[in-house]
């Protein structure tokens, strides 16, 4: 429409009067709790080349909130191991950002690095995580991968590596970091798209209500005589 207006076939744009729905706002899926998070972690069997390298991804997952794509193609110069930052290359909309990967990750990360990741190497790669043959993960190899975790966890919440992304933002947020924040971790182009996390925050709101509210508590409805 716009195209033949342009050109002159039309005199008006019949497709500006036309109100285009707006973007659909979903809550995030199922999160994990803080005692869910560290099962998941224990669970991992740490005698192997592939568990330190489990343990790694998991640990970077719930560190940063990264996506399955962006971490998949971590190279080994993209983490900074002095500062403790993590560079995500060509993220979401083809975006370059900065995210800290947490001293516990961080350490995990160095250890997958030095002690697990030579045994998985069968060819130069600077890929830092290596599937059993050498090669990068397919992403619905690493969801299998998180999922299986999750189950031999005892969790049967719904989903994995996205799960694991939406509970880094939603514990975050329940601890106290703004919004702003947690846009620039997740890598969200705008602000609408991080503030579906304040509703998964109810109970932190419950919380604050009945301390703060004056009717909250103390007064009981009367009694029937």
Not at 208 to 213: A, K, L, P, Y
Request: charged letters at 25%; one cysteine or more; a neutral charge.
């Amino acid at each position: 429409m716009a195209w033949l207006t342009e050109q002159g076939w039309l005199a008006v744009d019949p497709g500006k009067s036309i109100e285009l729905p707006k973007e659909e706002q979903r809550l995030p899926s199922a999160h994990l709790t803080i005692d869910e998070v560290e099962t998941l972690l224990s669970s991992v069997d740490l005698s192997t080349a592939a568990g330190l390298r489990d343990r790694s991804i998991l640990e970077l997952f719930y560190a940063t909130g990264m996506r399955r794509a962006e971490l998949i193609a971590l190279r080994l110069d993209d983490i900074n191991h002095e500062s403790g930052l993590a560079m995500i290359r060509q993220g979401k909309g083809r975006k370059d950002r900065v995210v800290p990967t947490g001293q516990r990750a961080l350490e995990w990360l160095n250890k997958y690095i030095h002690d697990g990741r030579p045994n998985l190497l069968d060819d130069d790669t600077q890929t830092i995580f290596l599937t059993s043959r050498g090669n990068a993960f397919h992403p619905v190899t690493l969801s299998q991968l998180v999922k299986t975790y999750l189950t031999a966890a005892g969790i049967s919440k719904p989903g994995s590596c996205h799960m694991l992304r939406h509970t880094t933002a939603t514990l975050m947020l329940e601890g106290g970091a703004d919004l702003r924040s947690i846009q620039s971790l997740l890598g969200h182009a705008s602000l609408n798209t991080t503030q579906i996390y304040t509703h998964v925050s109810i109970k932190r709101l419950q919380e604050v209500h009945d301390r703060t509210h004056p009717g909250a508590k103390d007064r009981k409805p009367p009694e029937n005589e």
